[in-house]
């Protein structure tokens, strides 16, 4: 009898741990609008329609200040109590969405919000679609890995003549997020070191691009008392690793390895919608005396960059005047 129970127990459990909600990850996502919709789609005027949204973090980082907003019933819509709504309806503003961990099959954290609002005046004889969008806007954080074989021309002749390539000329690793770095296919090659020439420094010129692989729209507000604008600014930071090297104009930054987007000369704005891109154009230079004889070698480059972004879906509500 008790090895029947602890069966059942076990049967129990096992049914327990096979229900959990499943993981949901995406490469190219932070927060994602999971559920958006009206309830009745189709309403008299006078009616309440109840507004039903959730969302959940699907990408790599923590997500942020998570607020959504309700747009479409200002002016329009009224209140429980018939009272004309005279502003956006926004929910939370201070929301923390931590990541999923697939690796222990932890899914991302989700939230959940409604509203339920009465519909606008609609005279008797016509029935008036009103689209309603549910808008989420919040702070992420992208990081992003480049790095760039470096070799000698010795080597390089080297291998030439023996039908050899090198290995890993380039390689590139972005974390999970709307937005992703990359750079040109010409540029996917190893940077060959001069050794010849008796020039002490080489300059190499570089193209990197950060791309909304996402499915909305950055928004890093531009109001900092030095510029103020559409929106769409990225903050954070680059750095450069390897032997020898420098940024030598980038940003309009000249000489070392580290650059704060705060404070550089040209502010990184990323402004098209859906699959935008920015270029950041760079010369990098090699100390040859600290390269000195070695054969190979690596560059890398390293983004931490921060923003602000939004994701919305949209209800369509049917309302018929009386």
């Not at 954080?141 to 480049?146: A, F, Q, V, W």
């Not at 291998?159 to 000329?169: A, R």
Request: glycine content about 10%.
């Amino acid at each position: 009898m008790k090895k029947a129970i602890i069966l059942l127990l076990l049967v129990v459990l096992v049914a327990g741990c096979t229900s959990m909600r499943p993981v949901n990850t995406s490469t190219s996502r932070g927060v994602t609008v999971t559920t958006f919709f009206a309830t009745p789609i189709q309403s008299d005027t006078g009616d309440l329609v109840l507004f039903d949204v959730e969302v959940e973090n699907i990408g790599g980082t923590t997500a942020r200040n998570v607020q959504v907003d309700l747009y479409g019933v200002e002016g329009q819509w009224r209140d429980r109590l018939g009272n004309l709504l005279d502003s956006t309806l926004t929910q939370w503003g201070t929301t923390t969405l931590k990541p999923p961990r697939p690796d222990r099959n932890i899914p991302g954290q989700i939230r959940a919000t409604q509203w339920e609002i009465m519909t606008p005046d609609i005279p008797q004889g016509l029935s008036i679609n009103h689209p309603i969008e549910a808008r989420v806007s919040y702070d992420y954080n992208t990081s992003g890995h480049l790095m760039v074989k470096l070799v000698s021309e010795d080597e390089f002749r080297r291998k030439q003549v023996l039908g050899e390539t090198i290995d890993t000329p380039f390689e590139i690793v972005n974390s999970a997020g709307p937005l992703h770095m990359s750079i040109p296919e010409r540029y996917k090659t190893p940077i060959i070191i001069d050794t010849q020439s008796g020039d002490s420094v080489e300059t190499y010129p570089f193209r990197i691009q950060i791309d909304n692989v996402g499915d909305g729209y950055p928004i890093t507000p531009e109001d900092d008392g030095r510029i103020r604008g559409a929106g769409g600014r990225l903050q954070g930071t680059i750095d450069l690793y390897g032997p020898g090297v420098q940024f030598d104009e980038c940003l309009g930054i000249s000489g070392g390895t580290h650059i704060d987007l705060d404070d550089a000369n040209i502010l990184v704005r990323l402004r098209e919608i859906g699959q935008g891109s920015v270029p950041i154009a760079c010369n990098i230079k090699i100390d040859k005396s600290i390269w000195g004889t070695r054969p190979v070698d690596s560059l890398q480059l390293i983004f931490n960059i921060r923003y602000r972004y939004y994701v919305d879906e949209v209800a369509n509500v049917l309302v018929i005047g009386q």
